[in-house]
């Protein structure tokens, strides 16, 4: 069974960076799609940033292209997001995304707020 967890959320001021982990269980993490979706209060859920199981490609939102950074390292069966230049409109819950054989895969989420 593949979980995934995610760590590194947290408050941070307008302008700050923040750096999202998901660590994932199982044997299957270097073949799946990997992915970052955030959900703010009363919002859709927004995907924001896909890669590829080798790391080769990678797809992000117009909304945090340029200042967010998806990563992985199969190693450690864990995948990154490098979030910069944080914006208030950036707070949300964050969520890993798993897509393998696929079947979707969600964590738990973090939270990330961003105060002016």
């Known amino acids: 069974q593949v979980q995934l967890v995610e760590s590194g959320g947290g408050s941070v001021r307008t302008g700050g960076s923040l750096r999202l982990s998901c660590a994932a269980s199982g044997r299957t993490f270097s073949t799946a799609l990997m992915g970052w979706f955030r959900q703010a209060p009363g919002k859709e859920r927004e995907i924001l940033a896909i890669?590829?199981?080798?790391?080769?490609?990678?797809t992000y939102a117009d909304s945090v292209k340029g200042r967010f950074t998806i990563s992985r390292d199969n190693t450690k069966n864990t995948a990154y997001l490098q979030m910069t230049s944080l914006r208030p409109e950036d707070t949300a819950v964050y969520y890993c995304?798993?897509?393998?054989?696929?079947?979707?895969?969600w964590g738990q989420g973090t939270q990330v707020t961003v105060s002016s």
């Open positions: 995304y798993m897509n393998l054989d696929s079947r979707a895969y």
């Open positions: 890669i590829s199981f080798n790391g080769a490609s990678t």
